[in-house]
């Protein structure tokens, strides 16, 4: 069935990769349908939109699916000019953006999930190695970003601020179903300067699952059902 709007997302309600989308477009101020998925259950329109992956989140704009969530962020940057800039305009401010989300997505996220799946030494190892990771992410964004008012991209969230602050926003949630253990980002004061800002601005406080609900799916996603 072709959607009236002319910006639709399908998307999955605790997935912090569509939450980057639609903090995006709220951003932005980008009228758009929501369409949530059932990713037990793939629907022909994800099938079709993102036959390669066949993951959330994916963009629809007049059309033409765009998939991938930091293609997507991009992809809004470039097609909606005018509105706050998500990217630097210069290159080699870019370059650093690019860079540390490219960490972001390849190590901290990643490290974040062992954590969950882990137990016992394991898992101190995993939030170690973690916490390591969000030390050089940390000294890194003040070493190369060091205008940040609130924001690291300045006055409006740009798209450093959309990648980190969509899933670390969640820590809490992630401590609570875990139980136990404690990310805590207060050991670093640039990342939770950004995450509490971000919490508090009501664009986020829009895009962001419910935190009970959140603590709930991440349980039942890694089968951490024990009464934490
Ligand atoms: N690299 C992708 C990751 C997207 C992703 O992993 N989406 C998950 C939801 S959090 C998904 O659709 N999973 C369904 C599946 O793996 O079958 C992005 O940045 O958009």
């Known amino acids: 069935m072709e959607k009236e709007s002319e910006v639709f997302l399908l998307g999955s309600w605790f997935s912090s ?11 932005k101020g980008i009228q758009y349908e929501y369409i949530e998925q059932d990713l037990t259950n793939k629907s022909q329109e994800l099938l079709k939109y993102n036959p390669v992956h066949k993951k959330v989140p994916v963009l629809v704009h007049k059309g033409k699916p765009i998939v991938e969530s930091i293609v997507i962020l991009e992809y809004i940057d470039d097609c909606w000019k005018t509105a706050p800039k998500l990217l630097p305009e210069e290159p080699s401010e ?5 860079f540390w989300i490219n960490y972001y997505d390849q190590k901290v996220g990643p490290s974040t999930k062992v954590v969950l799946v882990c137990n016992g030494k394991e898992r101190d190892k995993a939030i170690e190695e973690s916490n390591e990771l ?3 992410l940390e000294e890194g964004i003040a070493r190369d970003i060091p205008n940040r008012s609130p924001f690291l991209n300045g006055e409006n969230p740009g798209i450093l601020d959309v990648v980190i602050g969509s899933s670390a926003c969640n820590v809490e949630a992630f401590n609570e179903a875990i139980g136990g253990v404690d990310l805590s ?3 670093y004061p640039c990342l939770f300067e950004l995450v509490t800002v971000l919490k508090n601005s009501p664009i986020m406080k829009k ?5 009970i609900d959140l603590v709930a799916k991440i349980r039942e996603k890694f089968n951490l059902n024990q009464d934490a």
């Open 17 to 27: 990769y569509c939450t980057r989308v639609r903090l995006a477009l709220e951003i």
């Open 207 to 211: 895009s962001l699952p419910p935190h």
């Open 185 to 187: 980002l207060e050991k």
């Open 94 to 98: 870019r370059a650093k953006v690019r």
């Open 134 to 136: 969000l030390k050089v």
